[in-house]
T-cell receptor, first 116, second 118 residues
């Protein structure tokens, strides 16, 4: 059972435009959501997170929106740059697993290509 | 800060042999480390949670006797793939939580280890 889903395997946008990456989840016990960026043959790097009690968090060009009623979150990148081209993973923490260990559940990832 | 290293970055081994992968937190202490596996074009699948000084907690379906995890210090966790077979070929990634400065939910990832079993 895929608790975190990224239904778009790939996304292509023009440099300077907005990139919107989407993520859906099913577990209402998730209390934190995170976005990671991953280049090939490298480990993921943390981008931005949001608590389940908020609906928006912004950090520079990156903004994450959370719609709890729809169990949906999205990552907006504005303006998109060629260096943003990577795989983006949505992840969620299930606090019922253990608040000490903080297990994360990842989506399948979306490959973003930003064209110059 | 919050740098995690893995060694080796890639390894090729023959079927039936064992391979050890190291995960180190370079500038922070990590009481908890996580081991993930990623198949091509798929998500990161958590294999186990490694706790310093105690036994690892394995996810359902992961063979604990095949994937041996040792977390002997606050900066080092090792994953040993025993009697490796071609189906064990994958990209293995570790992560760690920085209890000193990190949030209680954020994980820092290593660069990963590409294992190929021939």
């Amino acid at each position: 059972d895929q608790q975190v889903k990224q239904n778009s395997p790939s996304l292509s946008v023009q440099e300077g435009r907005i990139s919107i990456l989407n993520c859906d989840y099913t577990n209402s016990m998730f209390d934190y959501f995170l976005w990671y960026k991953k280049y090939p043959a490298e480990g993921p790097t943390f981008l931005i997170s949001i608590s389940s009690i908020k609906d928006k968090n912004e950090d520079g060009r990156f903004t994450v929106f959370l719609n709890k009623s729809a169990k949906h979150l999205s990552l907006h990148i504005v303006p998109s740059q060629p260096g943003d081209s990577a795989v983006y993973f949505c992840a969620a923490r299930d606090h019922t697993y253990s608040s000490n260990t903080g297990k994360l559940i990842f989506g399948q990832g979306t490959t973003l290509q930003v064209k110059p | 800060g919050a740098v995690v290293s893995q060694h080796p970055s890639w390894v090729i081994c023959k079927s039936g042999t064992s391979v050890k992968i190291e995960c180190r937190s370079l500038d922070f202490q990590a009481t908890t480390m996580f081991w993930y596996r990623q198949f091509p074009k798929q998500s990161l699948m958590l294999m186990a949670t490694s706790n310093e000084g105690s036994k690892a907690t394995y996810e359902q379906g992961v063979e604990k006797d095949k994937f041996l995890i040792n977390h002997a210090s606050l900066t080092l966790s090792t994953l040993t793939v025993t009697s490796a077979h071609p189906e064990d070929s994958s990209f293995y990634i570790c992560s760690a939580r920085d209890l000193g400065t990190g949030t209680h939910y954020e994980q820092y990832f290593g660069p990963g280890t590409r294992l190929t079993v021939t």
